[in-house]
């Protein structure tokens, strides 16, 4: 596990990541990750660095929720990088050409992963490999 379980610490990360990115201070290569992904989404940037970033954000209220779509992207890119489940690489490459974007292509590429773990959340149990590639292999 990357941050323990705690739903403060974990964003505590993501806030310490971003402020030494703003102070220009060294950084874990974790640290750059997250930072690349907060710098791409300037529309989250005040929920990492502002006193609201323990809040809830809920659907209900029609909010995303950045910590989750940022924690995403990091994850998909984990995914990208170790090309696994196998195949993800090429799917993602195709979609990125495609898109003329990485981040477009990854956009399209989490709501299928935020599905996948949806459903093994919900049903308990490990996600499905071969249904995520299928629905990603769909886009």
Known sequence: MIFGQDRHELRKSYAD???KYCDKQPMSPLETQIAA???EHPEYQDAVAGPEFDRDFTPEGGETNP???MGLHLGLREQVAT???AGITRIFENLAA???S???AEHQMIEC???ALWEAQSQNRAPDDRQYLERLRLL
């Open 17 to 19: 990541a971003w402020q």
């Open 37 to 39: 992904v907060i710098s």
């Open 67 to 69: 910590f989750l779509h």
């Open 83 to 85: 090309n696994r489940p």
């Open 98 to 100: 495609k898109a003329r």
């Open 102 to 104: 990485a981040h477009v």
């Open 113 to 115: 992963l935020a599905e």
